[in-house]
C-alpha cells in the first residue's frame, strides 16, 4: 500500500476496486484521493466522503492531448470553431484531463501579448487542465534574447514552428536559431515538417490544370515534402544537438527516417494523431467539397502508411498521440471560404479529433489486441506528461500525482455520430464507426468533470499549469563528435541555465 504523508485524514473520495493501469504495469486496488491529489494506494481504502464503486472498470490515468488548436487564428486567419469552453468539455468526455494548447503569434504580434491573450481567455473558459506552446513566427533579436527566454521561465516549456505555410514558415538558418536558444534552456521544439516549395510548386501545376477539389490536396502535399522536411529537421537538430518532436507524422518513409536517427542516438521525438490510423487519402474523393471534411496537413496517406504508423507506435520511434484537433466548421467561416468554389489550397486544414482520441485508440488497438493497455497509456498520457514537462504530476495513477483519473467501460459499444460530440464542428470523418470501449467517468485532480453523460464543472474551473523542462522518453547519450563544434559556435547546453 502506497500512502501521502497525512493518513490520518479521510480521503476526499475513493474509487474502489478498479482495474489500474499505468504505462508499466495493471493492478487491482483502491485509490484515495485529498486535496486533489492522490494520497493513497491499495487494498481496502478507508471510507472516503465519497465512495465510487469501479467493480468491472478499469481506470486509467486521465489522458493528454498535446496537440490541439483551441480558439487560435490559424496561419490563413481562419478562427477555430472550439474555444476554451467547447473545447475542454469536448476534451473531458473523451477522457483527456489535461490539453497543451497553441499560442500563436502572427508575424507582427508581441510575444507577451500574445499569451497574454491566450491566458485571459483560456482562465476564463476552460474545464480542465491547460498548458500552452509557443507558435513562433518572428525569431528576431527580441524573441531569441528575451521573449522566448521569459516565455520558458513562466512555464511555456515547449515551442511550435513550421516549415511550411507563407505566413509561418521559417527557413533553415531561422530553424537554427530557434533551436540554440530551446537547447540552452530547455525547451522541447515541435516541427511541422514538410517542404514548401514541393507543396507550392505540384499545388499551382494542379490548380492550372484544373484540379481543385480537397482530394488534390493530398496529392499537393506527396509524403515526400515531409519525409525530406523531415530529414532536413533532424540533420539541423543534430548540427546543434538539441532535441525536437517531429508532430503528427503520416508517412512510412518519414517513420524510417525517424526511426534510423533514434537508432544513431539522436534527440528525435514523434507524434502520430487518429486521422493516420484511421482515415485515408482516398476518404476526401467525395464530390463536391464534401472531401474538405478530411483534410489535414500531411495528409492520410494509405493503408501502407497507416500500417507503419501502428508499427511506429509498437516499437516506440512514434512517442506520443494527440489528435491535433484543428477545428473548422463545413461553412464559410472555416473549411470553405469561398463556398463551394472554395480549392483545395484555399480550405481550412485540419480535422477536429480532441473527443474521438482516446476511444478511437482504445477501441482499435487495446480492444483489438493490436496495444497493450499500459502501452495505450504510455502513448496518451505518461509519454506527454515527460516530454512536456508536465511529470511527475501529471501522467500516472501514483501517490502525489493529481487525481485525474478516467474510469472506461469495456463493455460500452458506441455508434458515432456528430450529434453526441461536445465539440462545435458539427461534423466528425469517423461518422458511423462502431466503437468499443468508452470513458463514462472523468476526475480533474479529483473532481468530478463527466459522469452520466453529464458534464459537473464550471467554466473556468481548469488551472493553467506552468510545465518543467521536458524529460524526453529516451535517455540522453551525449555525442562527443559535437563536443567541441558546440564550444566554437558557442552553444550552451540547458543544465548550464537551470
Ligand atoms: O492540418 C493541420 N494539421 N492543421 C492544423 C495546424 C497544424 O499544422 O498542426
Ligand atoms: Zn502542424
Ligand atoms: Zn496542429
Redesign the pocket.
Known amino acids: 500500500m502506497q500512502h501521502s504523508t497525512d493518513a490520518t485524514q479521510p480521503f476526499d473520495l475513493v474509487i474502489r476496486n478498479g482495474r489500474i493501469s499505468n504505462a508499466d504495469r495493471t493492478f487491482h486496488a483502491d485509490i484515495g484521493v485529498r486535496d486533489g491529489v492522490i494520497a493513497g494506494i491499495g487494498e481496502n481504502l478507508p471510507a472516503g466522503r465519497e465512495d465510487v464503486d469501479a467493480r468491472g472498470l478499469w481506470v486509467l490515468p486521465g489522458g493528454i492531448d498535446s496537440?490541439t488548436?483551441i480558439e487560435q487564428l490559424?496561419?490563413m486567419g481562419v478562427m477555430c470553431a472550439d474555444d476554451f469552453y467547447s473545447g475542454t468539455v469536448s476534451a473531458a468526455f473523451g477522457g483527456t484531463t489535461t490539453i497543451l494548447s497553441?499560442c500563436a503569434q502572427h508575424r507582427n504580434d508581441r510575444i507577451p501579448d500574445v499569451l497574454r491573450d491566450y491566458s485571459r481567455r483560456a482562465r476564463e473558459k476552460a474545464v480542465i487542465d491547460y498548458g500552452f506552446h509557443l507558435i513562433l513566427t518572428n525569431p528576431d533579436e527580441q524573441a531569441l534574447t528575451k521573449d522566448l527566454p521569459a516565455v520558458i521561465e513562466g512555464g511555456i516549456t515547449s515551442l511550435?514552428v513550421?516549415m511550411t505555410?507563407d505566413k509561418?514558415k521559417l527557413d533553415d538558418y531561422e530553424l537554427l536559431d530557434v533551436l540554440a536558444v530551446a537547447g540552452e534552456y530547455g525547451a522541447m521544439v515541435m516541427l511541422?515538417a514538410e517542404n514548401h516549395d514541393m507543396i507550392r510548386w505540384v499545388a499551382r501545376r494542379l490548380l492550372e490544370r484544373g484540379h481543385k477539389a480537397p482530394k488534390f490536396h493530398a496529392v499537393a502535399h506527396d509524403p515526400l515534402a515531409e519525409s525530406e522536411a523531415t530529414h532536413r529537421a533532424i540533420a539541423l537538430s543534430r548540427l546543434v544537438d538539441v532535441p525536437v518532436l517531429i508532430?503528427?507524422v503520416a508517412g512510412g518513409e518519414t517513420i524510417d527516417i525517424i526511426r534510423k536517427a533514434q537508432n544513431l542516438g539522436a534527440q528525435v521525438f514523434s507524434e502520430s494523431?487518429p486521422q493516420y490510423l484511421f482515415l485515408e487519402a482516398g476518404d476526401s474523393d467525395l464530390p463536391g467539397v464534401e472531401g474538405a471534411k478530411f483534410?489535414?496537413?500531411?495528409?492520410p496517406g494509405d493503408k501502407a502508411s497507416q500500417e507503419a504508423v501502428w508499427e511506429g507506435f509498437k516499437d516506440g520511434t512514434l512517442n506520443v498521440y494527440s489528435s491535433?484537433h484543428?477545428p473548422y466548421r463545413f461553412d464559410e467561416s472555416g473549411k470553405l471560404p469561398k463556398g463551394d468554389a472554395t480549392t483545395f489550397k484555399e480550405m481550412?486544414?485540419?480535422?477536429p479529433g480532441i473527443e474521438l482520441r482516446l476511444p478511437l485508440l482504445f477501441s482499435e488497438g487495446v480492444m483489438t489486441g493490436r496495444m497493450s493497455v499500459e502501452q495505450f497509456v504510455a502513448l496518451t498520457a505518461t509519454n506527454h506528461a515527460r516530454m512536456y514537462g508536465l511529470a511527475p504530476r501529471k501522467g500516472a495513477i501514483a501517490v502525489g500525482a493529481d487525481a485525474d483519473l478516467v474510469l472506461w467501460d469495456t463493455e460500452r459499444r458506441t455508434t458515432v455520430t456528430a450529434g453526441m460530440l461536445h465539440d462545435q464542428v458539427g461534423y466528425t470523418p469517423y461518422e458511423g464507426r462502431e466503437l468499443r470501449g468508452w470513458p463514462i467517468q472523468v476526475y480533474s485532480r479529483g473532481r468530478c468533470v463527466v459522469r452520466d453523460d453529464t458534464l459537473h464543472v464550471e467554466r473556468g474551473s481548469g488551472q493553467f499549469i506552468a510545465r518543467s523542462r521536458p524529460q524526453p522518453v529516451i535517455e540522453r547519450r551525449a555525442d562527443p563528435s559535437r563536443g567541441l563544434f558546440s564550444q566554437y559556435v558557442g552553444l550552451k547546453p540547458a543544465a548550464e541555465n537551470r
Open positions: 496537440h488548436h490559424s496561419g497553441f511550435k513550421y505555410y509561418l511541422h508532430v503528427h494523431c483534410c489535414c496537413s500531411p495528409p491535433d484543428a481550412a486544414n485540419g480535422v
